[in-house]
């Protein structure tokens, strides 16, 4: 079928996107859903740095590729083996990551690092290995199984996660990634205990997820560090008892918790601001990334440090979430107003203004865009 696409040709793009249009939207063809595979309809994605990260190159992945990762869908129709999972007009929010469910990985409860939907993510494929993308006859890889800016996608049916369709779909789109990696990354990965301090480097999407899901979790105080005064008062209104430009230092965000804090998230992408968050951590603290720098850059910390400290540095990959378990729980958590997820929605738009959209991503002036096919 005929449909409409974002397709990136070429990587290394470094801003001015309203101007150099590295993002085409455009027609292509897409094959009918295979064994396991389902045709959605796009109702609303939203822009994150991953999508921006494959742009400008940090990220590097096949091209051309048609991107966008974070969305809310309704199935149309399923292939053989998805019939008996999801049916026509069944609402779905995409997941970037589909768990194979039997990987090592996957069989320890561990699917966030599922060996096969990772593959298939860096081939650019559906998790079946195949790709449902065409442009005059050429293969499009897929972006994170769901290249999402478009208006329709095929995505495995392990990429999906049904919702009750009643959420407001730009809110919904929100459960998929920002809110997934955020609040995952504090509640699952750091295994917040209640009354632990917390500071947050990054008021992004997920920074500002974090925020949400720590004091959603009891955190006290929680403190957010990010050189935008806009989302640092934003921070401060979601329940922060301050919130600093970084470059008040080390001394500042000590002075505002009252000690160093249990816990520190970096959701910025930078080696720098990792150590920061690093050295930031009391004796015995725990340091939760989930920032994708460059692969280039290194981090350099003090090795006696993880001895003679104790401190323990954790990665975050999709919250160490699992997307079945815990959309439901944090939608029930936004539903119940625990997690205040639209106070992230900078704007909604349509699909054709998207190179301008990701100029707001870059300068750091938006949160989260949400565009609409």
């Not at 083996?81 to 090592?104: D, I, K, N, Y």
């Not at 972006?143 to 407001?168: E, Q, T, W």
Request: glycine content about 12%; some cysteine.
């Amino acid at each position: 079928m005929k449909i409409t696409a974002t397709i990136l040709d070429s990587i290394g793009h470094k801003g001015h996107y309203a101007d150099t249009t590295p993002l085409r939207v455009t027609e292509a063809d897409l094959d009918a859903p295979g064994p396991d595979e389902l045709l959605v309809k796009i109702e609303a994605a939203g822009l994150c740095h991953s999508d921006l990260s494959v742009i400008n190159g940090d990220r590097p992945r096949p091209m051309p590729m048609a991107i966008g990762h974070e969305a809310v869908a309704t199935v149309v129709s399923a292939g053989p083996g998805a019939q008996a999972h999801f049916a026509p007009g069944e609402r779905v929010v995409l997941s970037f990551l589909p768990l194979c469910g039997h990987c090592p990985a996957c069989m320890s409860g561990e699917g966030y690092m599922c060996a096969n939907g990772a593959a298939a993510n860096g081939a650019g494929t559906l998790l079946g290995g195949d790709i449902r993308l065409s442009e005059c006859g050429h293969a499009v890889h897929h972006h994170l199984g769901a290249s999402a800016f478009a208006s329709h996608a095929v995505i495995d049916r392990r990429s999906a996660v049904k919702i009750p369709s009643d959420i407001p779909v730009e809110i919904a789109a929100l459960f998929g990634c920002a809110v997934l990696t955020g609040v995952g990354a504090v509640l699952n990965t750091a295994a917040l205990k209640a009354g632990e301090s917390v500071a947050v480097y990054g008021l992004g999407g997920v920074g500002l997820s974090a925020l949400m899901g720590a004091i959603a979790g009891g955190a006290q105080p929680v403190v957010a560090i990010d050189p935008m005064p806009e989302k640092r008062a934003l921070a401060l209104e979601l329940g922060a008892v301050a919130a600093l430009h970084p470059a008040e230092g080390q001394d500042a965000i000590v002075a505002a918790l009252g000690t160093k804090p249990d816990l520190v998230v970096e959701t910025v992408g930078k080696a720098a601001v990792l150590a920061d968050a690093y050295a930031l951590a009391r004796r015995g603290g725990r340091i939760v990334t989930v920032g994708l720098p460059n692969p280039a850059e290194m981090l350099s910390i003090p090795a006696v440090s993880l001895v003679g400290d104790g401190k323990t540095l954790m990665g975050s990959y999709m919250g160490s979430a699992i997307p079945a378990r815990d959309i439901p729980r944090y939608i029930a958590l936004w539903r119940a107003g625990r997690l205040p997820v639209d106070r992230l929605l900078t704007s909604v738009s349509p699909l054709s203004e998207i190179n301008a959209l990701f100029d707001k991503l870059h300068s750091g002036e938006a949160i989260r865009q949400v565009v609409i096919p």
